[in-house]
Every structure is written in structure tokens, then in C-alpha cells.
């Protein structure tokens, strides 16, 4: 019996893979389904390893190049490091790395798209970013925001326990608001007009930072510029899908999938469908 070769998928067909230490990254999983409705997406949430805010730089390029090699198998076409802390110490590796590959496949992460948002959005030339701290040390933002204006100054506040609050899923209490106001007080120091929000599980806490930073502060994050990224690199390379309704979503996670999707339902905003657990082969 002559055996029958499995259908080609046509490139645009595939999906296109997010991935996060956690679930911080479905607030743009979140963006990506509202601004590119058509496309397939595969989110991968690095939940046992959670938080990254305190990993090496060695680590975090082992976790990012084994993530990215099982969404590969996955077939994806683009590959989104929604994770800020793993694109300010990751990205240079892992996009050599995919661009090694036979698929050329492309990365973007989520650092530049928020310096050149913030550029255009201050009106004094003064920014501020809350990351985690291993984002901090990296200098990424400085890095990124400099290449866009090297006049801008730039205000840097670490925030080691932040997202692992949020993270947490527990109701924001007065401890809660203490620390959010702590973080935003030498940003309200040097004058801010403009704060980058350097996770993607700080927008979790928007209205909070809203509050203490003053309703004048126009607050950066990742998710829409992003979005209009991913939707300029499927053009350039024709990979958008032609599709004319809705395309599927599904998950992967490291850690427990009923935990994911408690917590992840409150970030992506919309109903949770399939979630398959993934054992990944470094410690954590």
C-alpha cells in the first residue's frame, strides 16, 4: 500500500507563536487577536520557570532558543518574544539563531516598538520606564530610546516584585498599592511626561499607575505597537493570512494548566480554549 504524504501547509497558513515567562504576555496575545482577527495563534507560557525578572543573561538565551525550537515545531512563521525581560537579554541570540534555520523565520520583541512609541508621545523629553530588574541592568531601553533620540532623558525604575504580584492572581490590597506607588515615586521625581511599561503584566495595574503618576503622564506599553509590527512583517514577506473570518488560538504552558487559565483568562480578555502542558528540558 503506497503511503499517502501528509497536506502541505501553505506558509500564510501557519501560525504565528507569542511567547512570555507567564502570562503578562496575553495582554498582547490580546492585541494581536483584535488588530490581526484572521491570523492563527500559538501563545507558549513559560509559567514553571516564572519570574525571568532575576535570571542571568546565559539563562535566559537557554530558555528563549528551547522555547523558540518547540514553537518551530509547531510550524509557526513569526515568532513574538512577548516577554520584555527575554527580549532585552535574549533577542541578538535568538535572532540569529532563527535566521539560521532553513524557514528564515523572523523575531520581534517588544523593547523597540515601546522606545519608539514613547519618543514620539513626550512633549519634554523626559521618559521613564518601570521593567524588571534584569531589564534594568540591561540597558536595552537605554539602548532602544538613544537610537531613536539621544537627547531624551531617560528615568529607569527596577520593580523586582511586581510582576510576580500580579502574577500571583490574589486580590490588590493595601500592600499592593504601596509598592505600585513606591515604583512610581522617583518617576514623579524626575518629572515624567511619558513611562514605558517595561513587562507585559504591568498594564494588569494601568489604572493604578494611572493614579499615582498623575492623569498628565501618558503611559507606553507594548501591546498596540507591537501589533502594528507583526502586521508589517507578515506584509513584507507576504506571509498574512487571506483568510476572511477569525483565526483559532491555542496555548502551552510549562506549569499548571488549570492555574494558566484562571489567571490567564483576567489578561487575555476573552475566553481561554485549548492549553496544553509542555515539559521543557532545562531546570528550572
Known amino acids: 500500500m503506497t503511503a499517502v504524504a501528509p497536506p502541505t501547509v501553505h506558509p500564510r497558513d501557519r501560525p504565528v507563536a507569542v511567547f512570555d515567562s507567564g502570562v503578562g504576555g496575553l495582554t498582547v496575545l490580546h492585541e494581536l487577536l483584535v488588530q490581526l482577527p484572521h491570523e492563527d495563534y500559538v501563545y507558549l507560557g513559560d509559567t514553571a520557570r516564572f519570574p525571568y525578572g532575576g535570571r542571568s543573561t546565559e539563562e535566559l538565551e537557554q530558555f528563549t ?41 523572523d523575531v520581534i520583541g517588544v523593547v523597540r516598538p515601546e522606545a519608539v512609541q514613547a ?52 486580590p490588590f490590597d493595601e500592600h499592593v498599592v504601596e509598592v505600585v506607588k513606591s515604583y512610581c515615586a522617583p518617576l514623579k521625581e524626575a ?14 495595574v494601568r489604572p493604578m499607575l494611572q493614579r499615582f503618576l498623575g492623569g498628565g503622564v501618558t503611559l507606553i506599553s507594548s501591546g498596540q505597537a507591537l501589533a502594528r509590527q507583526v502586521e508589517h ?18 496555548f502551552l504552558c510549562t506549569g499548571d494548566v488549570d492555574a494558566f ?7 487575555l480578555q476573552m475566553p481561554m480554549g485549548s492549553i496544553e502542558r509542555v515539559e521543557m528540558g532545562l531546570p528550572v
Open 191 to 204: 518629572n515624567v511626561d511619558t513611562v514605558i511599561l517595561g513587562c507585559t503584566h504591568y498594564p494588569i
Open 119 to 170: 519618543v514620539t508621545a513626550t512633549h519634554t523629553g523626559r521618559i521613564g520606564v518601570l521593567a524588571t530588574p534584569t531589564t534594568v541592568d540591561s540597558g536595552a531601553y537605554e539602548e532602544a530610546v538613544h537610537a531613536v533620540d539621544p537627547h531624551v532623558s531617560l528615568t529607569s525604575v527596577p520593580c523586582p516584585d511586581l510582576a510576580p504580584i500580579i502574577q500571583g492572581g490574589d
Open 261 to 267: 487559565r484562571a489567571l490567564g483568562t483576567r489578561f
Open 233 to 250: 512583517a507578515l506584509a513584507t514577506r507576504d506571509l498574512g493570512n487571506p483568510r476572511a473570518d477569525e483565526g483559532d488560538y491555542r
Open 65 to 105: 532558543l528551547e522555547i523558540a525550537e518547540r514553537l518551530l515545531a509547531d510550524r509557526a512563521k513569526l515568532l513574538v518574544v512577548a516577554c520584555n525581560t527575554a527580549t532585552a537579554a535574549a533577542l541578538p541570540a535568538l535572532r540569529r539563531r532563527m535566521m539560521d534555520t532553513t524557514l528564515g523565520i
